[in-house]
T-cell receptor
Framework: LAKTTQPISMDSYEGQEVNITCSHN???????ITWYQQFPSQGPRFIIQ???TKVTNEVASLFIPADRKSSTLSLPRVSLSDTAVYYC????????????FGKGTTLSVSS | GAGVSQSPSNKVTEKGKDVELRCDPI?????LYWYRQSLGQGLEFLIY????????KSGLPSDRFSAERTGGSVSTLTIQRTQQEDSAVYLC??????????FGSGTRLTVV
């Protein structure tokens, strides 16, 4: 399974754009890149998934360069409620293996 | 149901006792996963069920841990002879063969 590396923590202020970059140098051809968000005392929640280029939904954008060895989760105009742990995962859903969660990036948003 | 349901939400047990944790996945989801999360840590994979295939038990930390999934739906995670290091939040997730998992709220297990 492709291993991912992301910063342990990040700090931001309300209204700023936050970009969290994840490295996955040995991503496989069939792997997708998936991001989850976890609030305290809750299970992780799916945010966004992509294979290449850019994906955008109502919550975030995901930028994936052509070589797919990294990806960047972009959160526009964060608020206090975006304070959470963000996990970057890489995997092939058809491979019959579970996603492996690392420690994620703890994002702290201040006013 | 509308989401993944786990019970109990909290469980306090004495060291050495057995515990059973239950997970009701989303109806129609063929894949079911168990993870555990110790305080301040990431999620640790435990076991994965996919349809009628043999489960992937590679993440179970010891033979005191076991899980079953009956009728392709409800799953039970059993921990025998609990130890203090088993204290954690046990999370269940289900999906329909995608990487978009839906997690339950977890069972917080405390072994005293």
């Amino acid at each position: 399974l492709a291993k991912t590396t992301q910063p342990i923590s990040m700090d931001s202020y309300e209204g700023q754009e936050v970009n969290i970059t994840c490295s996955h140098n040995n991503i496989a051809t069939n792997d997708y890149i998936t991001w989850y968000q976890q609030f305290p005392s809750q299970g992780p929640r799916f945010i966004i998934q992509g294979y290449k280029t850019k994906v955008t939904n109502e919550v975030a954008s995901l930028f994936i360069p052509a070589d797919r060895k990294s990806s960047t989760l972009s959160l526009p105009r964060v608020s206090l409620s975006d304070t959470a742990v963000y996990y970057c995962l890489v995997g092939d859903s058809q491979a019959g293996t579970a996603l492996i969660f690392g420690k994620g990036t703890t994002l702290s948003v201040s006013s | 149901g509308a989401g993944v349901s786990q019970s109990p939400s909290n469980k306090v047990t004495e060291k050495g006792k057995d515990v059973e944790l239950r997970c009701d996945p989303i109806s129609g989801h063929t894949a079911l996963y168990w993870y555990r999360q110790s305080l301040g840590q990431g999620l640790e994979f435990l076991i994965y069920f996919q349809g009628n295939s043999a489960p992937d038990k590679s993440g179970l930390p010891s033979d005191r841990f076991s899980a079953e999934r009956t009728g392709g739906s409800v799953s039970t995670l059993t921990i025998q002879r609990t130890q203090q290091e088993d204290s954690a939040v046990y999370l269940c997730a289900s999906t329909q063969q995608t990487n978009r998992y839906t997690f339950g709220s977890g069972t917080r297990l405390t072994v005293v």
